[in-house]
């Protein structure tokens, strides 16, 4: 049974202040990008990667594509995260039988957390990956002022790969579409249809690459990676 991926990486990076998409700056030698699409595109377990980016990016993209050694299906992603991914979703062939879905600016998920969710998501049909909350969360009302304070145990944050049976998260996005629902996430959508969605352990390095602290935060990562490889 396929494993398909689609990756999102129609942004425009606002929040990193940069002059263009956040997924095309530089890390350890290579794009944001390129460290991301290259870890799927060369999984094992992966049989099909697709990439959803703007129309800004498209071009660039496919140029980029052409000197890479493996294959990618481009699609042009929406106005919201949520968009991009529903128009990843109908570029999957339908050999997928399960669908991972991740961020682009997303660079530090390794190969066997990976796997991990491959094997995950073939029991429970709805798995995402996450870590445990390290700071206390407060409810804040609109006037700034603190309404509750939730259980910290209970609370995770929330990271990708997001990992769905195909046709169960084509049916969360129809529904959602349908009642004109956004969510931050594509669990969220599965959720609003009532299905479980089951947790696995992620990484605190699996960061998203949102503000600039993030990208100094990656370099270091990445090099405690390679010398721990090195020893
Ligand atoms: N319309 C959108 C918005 C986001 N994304 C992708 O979803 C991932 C997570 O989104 P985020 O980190 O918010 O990226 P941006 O939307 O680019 O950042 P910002 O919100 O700062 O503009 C990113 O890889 C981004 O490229 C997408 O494909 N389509
Ligand atoms: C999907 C996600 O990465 C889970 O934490 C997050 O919700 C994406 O949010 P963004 O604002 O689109 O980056």
Same mark, same amino acid.
């Given at each position: 049974?396929?494993?398909?991926?689609?990756?999102?990486?129609?942004?425009?990076?606002?929040?990193?202040?940069?002059?263009?998409?956040?997924?095309?700056?530089?890390?350890?030698?290579?794009?944001?990008?390129?460290?991301?699409?290259?870890?799927?595109?060369?999984?094992?377990?992966?049989?099909?990667?697709?990439?959803?980016?703007?129309?800004?990016?498209?071009?660039?993209?496919?140029?980029?594509?052409?000197?890479?050694?493996?294959?990618?299906?481009?699609?042009?992603?929406?106005?919201?995260?949520?968009?991009?991914?529903?128009?990843?979703?109908?570029? $999957? *062939?339908?050999?997928?039988?399960?669908?991972?879905?991740? &961020?682009? /600016?997303?660079?530090?998920? +390794?190969? @066997?957390?990976?796997?991990?969710?491959?094997?995950?998501?073939?029991?429970?049909?709805?798995?995402?990956?996450?870590?445990?909350?390290?700071?206390?969360?407060?409810?804040?009302?609109?006037?700034?002022?603190?309404?509750?304070?939730?259980?910290?145990?209970?609370?995770?944050?929330?990271?990708?790969?997001?990992?769905?049976? $195909? *046709?169960?998260?084509?049916?969360?996005?129809?529904?959602? &579409?349908? /009642?004109?629902?956004?969510? +931050?996430? @594509?669990?969220?959508?599965?959720?609003?249809?009532?299905?479980?969605?089951?947790?696995?352990?992620?990484?605190?390095?699996?960061?998203?690459?949102?503000?600039?602290?993030?990208?100094?935060?990656?370099?270091?990562?990445?090099?405690?990676?390679?010398?721990?490889?090195?020893?």
């Amino acid at each position: 049974m396929d494993v398909g991926v689609v990756i999102v990486a129609a942004g425009s990076g606002k929040r990193m202040g940069s002059h263009r998409n956040k997924i095309w700056l530089p890390l350890a030698g290579k794009t944001i990008l390129a460290h991301t699409v290259s870890l799927f595109a060369t999984h094992p377990e992966v049989a099909e990667v697709v990439l959803v980016v703007s129309e800004q990016d498209y071009l660039e993209v496919e140029k980029w594509l052409r000197t890479e050694p493996y294959r990618v299906k481009l699609q042009r992603g929406g106005s919201e995260r949520q968009y991009s991914v529903r128009e990843g979703l109908s570029a $999957l *062939s339908d050999n997928c039988t399960y669908v991972l879905v991740h &961020d682009a /600016a997303r660079p530090f998920v +390794t190969r @066997d957390q990976i796997s991990g969710i491959i094997h995950k998501v073939r029991a429970d049909q709805a798995t995402i990956m996450a870590v445990p909350v390290k700071d206390t969360i407060k409810v804040v009302g609109p006037t700034g002022i603190v309404e509750s304070t939730p259980a910290r145990e209970s609370l995770w944050t929330v990271q990708t790969p997001q990992a769905f049976r $195909l *046709s169960l998260l084509r049916e969360a996005h129809k529904k959602a &579409d349908q /009642a004109g629902k956004l969510g +931050t996430d @594509d669990a969220m959508l599965v959720e609003w249809l009532g299905h479980s969605v089951s947790i696995i352990q992620g990484s605190y390095e699996n960061i998203k690459i949102t503000t600039p602290e993030d990208l100094w935060l990656g370099e270091e990562i990445l090099r405690r990676r390679r010398e721990r490889l090195e020893r």
